[in-house]
Nanobody
Framework: QVQLVESGGGSVQAGGSLRLSCATS??????MGWFRQAPGKEREFVAA????????YYAESVEVRFTISRDNAKKTTYLQMNSLKPEDTAVYYC????????????????????WGQGTQVTVSS
C-alpha cells in the first residue's frame, strides 16, 4: 500500500504562485504525477516525474509555468506553480505508480494506482 498526503493548496490572485507538496509512504514509487479536476470537468493530467528524476512530463497548458520535482530522501514530490491563471482553479491530486511510466503512459490516470485526497487551488482574476 501507498499513502499520499498533499498540502499547499490555497487561494491566490492571477499571476501569483503556489507550491503543492505530496508526501508518500509505503511501497516504492517509480512515477509520481499531478492531476487536477475543475468543477464539471474530467480529471486531467498536469505533470509527472519518474523517481530516477530523469524525465518529466507536462500538459501543454502548464508547461513553462509549472515545475514538478521530487526529493527522494524526503519521499516528497512538489509542484511549483507560477503565473497562475483563473483557469488553473481546480482540485489538485497527486498520484503514484509502482511502475516506471514512459512517454504517453505517464499522461494516463489509469496507470496510477494510488491517489491523494486532493487539495483545492483557487485563482481569482
Amino acid at each position: 500500500q501507498v499513502q499520499l498526503v498533499e498540502s499547499g493548496g490555497g487561494s491566490v490572485q492571477a499571476g501569483g504562485s503556489l507550491r503543492l507538496s505530496c508526501a508518500t509512504s509505503g511501497r516504492t514509487i517509480y512515477t509520481m504525477g499531478w492531476f487536477r479536476q475543475a468543477p464539471g470537468k474530467e480529471r486531467e493530467f498536469v505533470a509527472a516525474i519518474r523517481s530516477s528524476v530523469d524525465s518529466t512530463y507536462y500538459a501543454e497548458s502548464v508547461e513553462v509555468r509549472f515545475t514538478i520535482s521530487r526529493d527522494n530522501a524526503k519521499k516528497t514530490t512538489y509542484l511549483q506553480m507560477n503565473s497562475l491563471k483563473p483557469e488553473d482553479t481546480a482540485v489538485y491530486y497527486c498520484a503514484s505508480s509502482t511502475s516506471l511510466l514512459y512517454g504517453g503512459n505517464a499522461y494516463s490516470r489509469g496507470n496510477y494506482e494510488y491517489w491523494g485526497q486532493g487539495t483545492q487551488v483557487t485563482v481569482s482574476s
